[in-house]
């Protein structure tokens, strides 16, 4: 058994996974109101993006079943130690990684969460699976948040909040990963300029669409690959 398939963990997922399962945030009247197109320019915005999450404050957000299981498959085969997720939300994906780094003989996970209650959700589910030892809320502007006291070497990084920070986000950790690093984005579809720059080889990344909406992504090293590229000609 491992901990994420074992009590408490496994119960509290799945009855977390039940209760997003009905929440719906069509439901919500502001998100409702908004057509479409209007919607998909909120995701893509570096400033109105607040204003979609903020009506989305009690819903969670969360990554799907099985995101969820590749997480934690992925810390636990390149046996992180170290992980950094954007976006926490109620917590579903940090229960995860949490449970990953226990298993890996444990280790320190920083999330970042920028609205309140959301917050205080992911504290206490954290707390009921066992795993709040494991993991650093970071409250506020992740721009902010994770531009500060980051460990010295990443092994993985979730990207799961506003979509088109995501390219900021990651150019804050990027000195921090160590080679063959693994970094997940979800629904990166919704910023190019993400998706553009970790399919690029020369700026250090392999990258491929995984599922539906994941993209997953390794580091390689930004002087590795200088090194390899300059002695190909």
Known sequence: MTTLTSRPVAALINRLFEAAADAAPLSVPEVEALSPEERGRLMRSKTDYLDLYGWLKDMPLAVSRETGTLLYMLARSCRARTIIEFGTSFGISTL??????????????????????????????????????????????????????????????????????????????????????????DNADYCPDYVARVRSVERGYMSMPFGEDVELSMWLGSGRVQAEVGHSF
């Not at 609205?115 to 992740?142: F, M, Q």
């Not at 460990?151 to 506003?162: F, S």
């Not at 995501?166 to 984005?185: F, H, T």
């Open 96 to 185: 995860h990684l949490a449970a990953a780094l226990r298993d890996n003989g444990g280790g320190h996970l920083i999330t970042t969460e920028f609205e309140p209650s959301k917050v205080r959700r992911a504290r206490a589910n954290l707390t009921e699976g066992g795993l709040i030892d494991l993991a650093e809320i970071r409250e506020g502007d992740a721009l902010k948040t994770l531009a500060v006291n980051l460990p010295e070497t990443v092994d993985m990084l979730l990207l799961d909040g506003a979509k088109a920070l995501y390219p900021d986000i990651l150019s804050l950790i990027e000195s921090r990963l160590r080679p063959g690093a693994i970094v997940v984005a």
